[in-house]
């Protein structure tokens, strides 16, 4: 796991580079969007298929709090949460009946995406213990999500509302320094929601790279 843990973090630096993001979140950022406000709004339903290639859909799990990350594995700052702190939230939130759904809206080609025995193996890899992975390479869920980076996270009630959004934690950080002393945004929104109290922490702006859009890659190539 050490040795792991270091080769992540060495990769990082090179990562950055292929990142298309700051290492802290432009001042302009948008604070929201239309469809992901943590103000109780219904979960839109999505079916995506997991690394296993089943067809997993939110509504199966009506009934059960639901994390969806979103993820990048070539992403400097979610390696930066993989060095340990992300399997050990997926843990526990997991072994307390949560529904972790991790989702790659990366499209095929571009950083993050990953498919086949990669993507089976993705658990392996990382240690991970989200539910499932999830393949989203058209962008239509991390679009109705309005999800803009990885990580970039939503915590969903019983009755599928949404109670979280954005950011995990409050350092806009891919150094693995900065996880000292951060309040991870999900652990929190989770503890609130179990005690039977509202969520402190509703929207969290969310840092990290650029998720990598097919519609995005299609308007570039058109604009050239």
Request: hydrophobic share 40%; charged share 25%; aromatic share 8%.
């Amino acid at each position: 796991m050490k040795i792991r843990i270091l080769a992540m973090a060495a990769a990082s630096a090179l990562a950055l580079a292929a990142c298309n993001q700051p290492a802290e979140a432009p001042a302009d950022a948008p604070e929201t969007t239309e469809t992901a406000e943590a103000d109780g709004q219904m979960a839109p339903d999505f079916t995506l298929v997991s690394a296993e290639g089943e067809q997993v859909s939110l509504s199966d799990f009506r009934g059960r709090v639901v994390v969806l990350e979103w993820t990048n594995e070539d992403c400097p700052y979610v390696r930066k949460h993989y060095t340990g702190p992300m399997q050990a939230l997926q843990q526990e939130a997991t072994q307390d009946g949560v529904v972790w759904l991790t989702i790659i809206s990366s499209a095929p080609g571009t950083q993050g995406y990953v498919e086949g025995e990669d993507a089976r193996g993705w658990r392996a890899e990382y240690d991970a213990s989200f539910t499932h992975l999830l393949a989203d390479p058209t962008g239509e869920t991390g679009r109705a999500y309005g999800a803009v980076t990885t990580p970039d996270m939503r915590v969903i009630d019983e009755e599928g509302r949404i109670i979280f959004t954005g950011g995990i934690d409050d350092r806009p950080s891919a150094d693995v320094a900065t996880l000292d002393g951060a309040t991870n945004y999900v652990r929190a929104a989770l503890e609130d929601h179990g005690a039977g109290r509202p969520v402190a922490t509703p929207f969290a702006q969310p840092y990290g790279c650029s998720i990598k859009y097919a519609d995005e890659l299609e308007e570039g190539a058109e604009a050239a």
